[in-house]
């Protein structure tokens, strides 16, 4: 295979030796069928110091040789691959068929090419995925076992334990089922490519031929020579050499006649046929769209299909479809014909081929629904006389299991069919008979759902005042129930209840109960539109003395309702903020405890819209003493349109005096003792007054005004953390700068946990509201740290690097290599927070991947050493589920390649630690690169470990 004879045939180390004539020996038109061998030499070759490299104990000089000689071979092999215009077909029909494992490593190599270079991978998928149907087809039949060919019994008596020819057979039967493994792949890409069509743009010889001629020579003399400090990058595919652009119409034109070779083959004739008239001639030249004329000839006359660029034109003798047909066994046995023979035939011979086919379709095990082929009682008796013959026919006792279980399946389903086959004589022993219906009595339909309904609401008077909104039918089921009917056990509006309870005495009480409770429902509902139409059929029977405060509750419903949309959804609607000012009306304030939450809706509805200058003037109108909110309300509502920082401050400042003594009023006296009734009775009061905030600030949804709130518990979390000594504890904000400067009021609470359920709630909503905003991440990610949330945070944080850049783009600076960017004329990058990596560290050490937190330290620029030391010990003393050896490629710190090569070192861990010097200390350790250089190649490492650790965190595959 190495040495070829003197006859003209191609060497190919003559080829790799010397570059130069590459070109020439390729393109030479009497020397293609050579190039099918040629291309495997070269992928063999190319395999075979993949191999040597991989054998450990090698210098870094012959690492680098073995890496560059592989990187050349396999240019050549794709350069030769190319001359032959990728044709897979020709290049399976000129090898022998042990070297499918070759070709098999040749179409990974342009499968896997794109992915490393981030280019479009269309193309390479598509010739690998035609390269597995190829297989597929070629393959359908195990072939016979190789002959031996050395002794397999020795002179001595000893049985040979291996023969070479037949560990070379089973090694290409394990890769053809291997390959057999991506079928379903293939077709949906081939199918996805055929129904979106898209142009592919092909790569040219020059592609591989260019970097090969220019670089390979250069490369592998720096390998010899064993300079390291000089940087010659391996040779690899240039794309932009040269292009072949693929239309889109052809490229979904050339999948379509794939689809039908696909599906005749599989012996899916309707849906080839239906494919196949769909088929066209090409318009572009190229061969890798061309279609085989003659063979498509052939499937249009075989599958009779017409009115296509291939079906024939000229006169063609039809077949006639008759019973002489139909008795022709050569025709029975083709499956082609009986579909045909249903198509072309009409009436009772229709019925006939339907039968027939079924019969054979069953006895064949093909996993087809017959059930609508046989309908009529004609085709079920001459389907069963059919399926006798042909069971007459089967001795395998598996193959009769299987058809007797159809056969069940098929006398569940179609009448009468078990007493037909037994009537045909066909032995039915074994299918199990069935329950029928009585002849004594008729069958009924079950009731509908509707009919349920309607039974149930004319004998259950309970459903009805459960379900009915309208006034006859529910004063009819209140009269019916009579006093078995508990109206306290229906729920009403809080803020009616004051009013309610004035006509507990009355005879009206009891209608007013059940009229509020269904108007309360339908506000729970959410249905707008029904709780006014139902409000005004109730206010005749609700009396005139309730008009005001029925009318301030429908100012309460729709702000409710309105207040449970997202803001967007608020933006785009017709809601205003005109009917919630009447509660500025002085005529219209209650003084009642029940009214406070009406109140909080009202404003925030307002502060939602923007309305946020009439808080601002009118809030002051509402007492103090009932609606304890109305400081903090008035100062949201000036903060937001405030543009001067100073205005800011003096909003914060309030803000912190007004709700800081709430929370710190509301805490457990501190050793958790008994209190007396006058302090007890002083926190209930301070934490009833809290839950009001709560729930007031649960319902704004203003961007800047969640920052705002966010900022201030953020302050008095920090603070108490500075106070506890536990500043590693500290959360980010992004306004948290307007309370840093307050000293004043006591922020001492013994006890966070209110603080951490409002933190939890203002950041959830800041986050369902933008979810790209980047301050908002950052904050969520600290708390979930600080919540011990590891898993979370990480998540956080990895949003938190893709808001940045959804590529990963991101570089984080060395400090040994500062100097070198500021003579740049590019300003460096933005600087990250080290407090970020740190806890990014740490979460990845708790999800179990140490070798990950190890790297995490080099983006570090203050206690790397220390945060090194930590991991490393932490890595030296627990199992990991790292791979070290493929974290090679995430590494731009010099101490990182140290300590992980001393670990692998004393773990004996000898391929990781080649493949770490191979991978990452060529950029590390090498001072010789320049600036710009070494900035990309930093930024696409760290871009790949950053993946990596997304794909680890949310579980999926990257």
Known sequence: MDNPDTNGELSWFELFVDPTVVSKAILDPEKKKQLPKLCMQFTDKGLLAEREKERGKLAVEELMLFERKSASMKLCAMATFAALDFDIEFVIDNIHRNELLTLRVLADNFYRIYNEKNLDATFGNWLFYRFVLSIDRRNRLDPPAPRATIATTLSNGQIMPLDPASVKHEKTQRTILELKDHIMKAKAFITELSEVPRDIVAPGIQCFLKPF?????????????????????????????????????????????????????????????????RVTKPKTAHPMVAIDEDVFRA???????????????????????DLNALNDEEHRKSEVWRQRGVQETSGQLQSVYKAENAACSVAENHPECIRDAIKTPAEVERFSKVLKKKLEEIRDKRRLQRIRAQLQFLCATIPDLRNILAANEVDVKELRQFVTPSQHQSLERP???????????????????????????????????????FPLKMPVSEFLLDTLEKRANTPIYTITRLFLSKLYQLSRMHDFGGYLEMLSSYKSDLGQDMNVEL??????????????HMP????????????????????LIRVNENSAKMYNQCI?????????????????????????????????????????????????????????PVIVGAQPPRGGGRREHDAEKKVLAFRSQLVLQYHMMSLVKQKNLLDFILAYFVFLHNRNMLAKKQSHLKIHAKLVHLYSNETSTNTDIPNLDDVHQFLRMIIEKAYSISK??????????????????????????????????????INFIPPERVDDLKRMEKAPEKLYDEQIFHRLRICTAHSGFLTMSLLTCQWLRTGKSKSFTKSMRLLANNETRDVGANCAEFIIDIQA??????HYQANRMTKSLNTLYAGASSLSANQNVGPVLYREEMKRRTCRMLTTLSSTYFGLHI
């Open 604 to 660: 925030s509805l307002m502060l939602n819209l923007g309305d946020h200058q009439i808080v601002f003037d009118k809030g002051g109108q509402i007492p103090i003493d009932i609606f304890k909110c109305v400081p903090i309300a008035r100062m949201f509502g000036a903060f937001i349109p405030a543009a001067d920082e100073s205005v800011a401050k003096k909003c914060a400042d309030g803000f912190l005096r007004s709700l800081t």
């Open 213 to 277: 001629v220019e670089l390979a020579p250069k490369a592998m003399t720096a390998a010899f020579l064993g300079d390291r400090n000089v940087l010659i990058e391996n040779p690899s595919a240039d794309f932009e050499a040269e292009k072949v652009i693929l239309p889109a119409a052809d490229v979904a034109n050339k999948c379509l006649s794939e689809l039908v070779v696909v599906h005749y083959t599989n012996g899916e004739l309707l849906e080839a046929k239906k494919i196949l008239s």
């Open 772 to 809: 790209t905003d980047e301050d908002t991440l950052r904050t969520y990610a600290d708390f979930l740290y600080i919540e011990k949330d590891y898993q979370g945070a990480a998540q956080k944080y990895m949003e938190y690097f893709a808001v940045q850049d959804p590529l990963f783009r």
């Open 897 to 902: 390649v140290e300590l992980l090569s001393q």
């Open 568 to 587: 967007w959804k608020i933006a785009h609607s017709d809601v205003t903020s005109a009917d919630s000012a009447l509660i500025f009306n002085q005529n």
């Open 551 to 564: 009318a301030l509750e429908s100012v309460y419903v729709k702000s409710l309702i309105s207040n449970a």
């Open 299 to 321: 499937y249009c006359a075989i599958l009779n299909v017409k009115g296509t660029d291939y079906s024939t034109s000229g006169p063609i003798k039809p077949y006639i479809f």
């Open 447 to 485: 009731p509908s759902t509707e009919q349920i309904s309607n039974s149930l609401r004319g004998t259950d008077p309970f459903w009805a005042l459960m379900t009915e909104f309208d006034v006859h039918i529910l004063k009819m089921a209140l009269v019916e129930l009579g006093p078995f009917w």
